[in-house]
């Protein structure tokens, strides 16, 4: 095999190993499912055209993830800025949170679960882009250094951001958990 095939063969898998988490990352900062897909093929695009400049098979979801976080926060300042429909919308029937299957629910259990989903769907859009991204990459197991060179902040502020994101969210949805726990 050639080293032109071997690298091409290389940077299929990194992407086919990286696309899923990349979107399902997207979709959680923008809400849009389109507006995800098209950040993320835009991140791609650029890392694959200075695929020569980087050793993506090693470093390339840390950048891809690093251009992601950018592009999202770019848009979200750029629609503010243009007064446009806010980024922060969703859909609170997406279920992306690992709940339960309703099909295997009681009616009430179904209507408890759908109403927390929409609480944390609404929770996480009004939190500020920033800490929801760094709440979102902590999820997916990166570091607090990982996380602050994803955002362009210092790693004190990574877990600030973190910790704001948690008391917030928790705040939110006390009246839920207050449910759960009786």
């Given at each position: 095999m050639t080293a032109a095939k071997s690298m091409t063969a290389a940077l299929d898998a990194w992407v086919l190993a990286s696309l899923p988490r990349a979107v399902?990352?997207?979709?959680?900062?923008?809400?849009?499912?389109?507006?995800a897909d098209d950040l993320v093929?835009?991140?791609?695009?650029?890392?694959?055209?200075?695929?020569?400049?980087y050793d993506l098979p090693r470093d390339g979801t840390r950048l891809l993830f690093t251009a992601l976080t950018r592009a999202c926060i770019d848009?979200?300042?750029?629609?503010r800025a243009s007064s446009l429909d806010t980024l922060l919308d969703g859909d609170p029937n997406d279920s992306q949170f690992g709940m339960a299957d309703p099909r295997a629910l009681a009616p009430e259990a179904i209507a408890q679960q759908n109403e927390l989903e929409a609480a944390l769907d609404d929770a996480l859009g009004q939190l500020p882009l920033t800490q929801r991204a760094a709440l979102e990459l902590k999820g997916l197991g990166y570091s607090l250094r990982?996380?602050?060179?994803?955002?362009?902040?210092s790693e004190s502020n990574a877990g600030v951001?973190?910790?704001r994101a948690r008391q917030t969210l928790a705040g939110r949805l006390m009246p839920y958990r207050d449910e759960v726990v009786r």
């Open positions: 399902a990352f997207a979709r959680s900062l923008v809400r849009d499912d389109a507006t093929q835009e991140c791609y695009c650029k890392l694959l055209y200075k695929a020569g400049e848009r979200s300042r750029r629609q990982e996380i602050a060179q994803a955002l362009d902040v951001l973190i910790y």
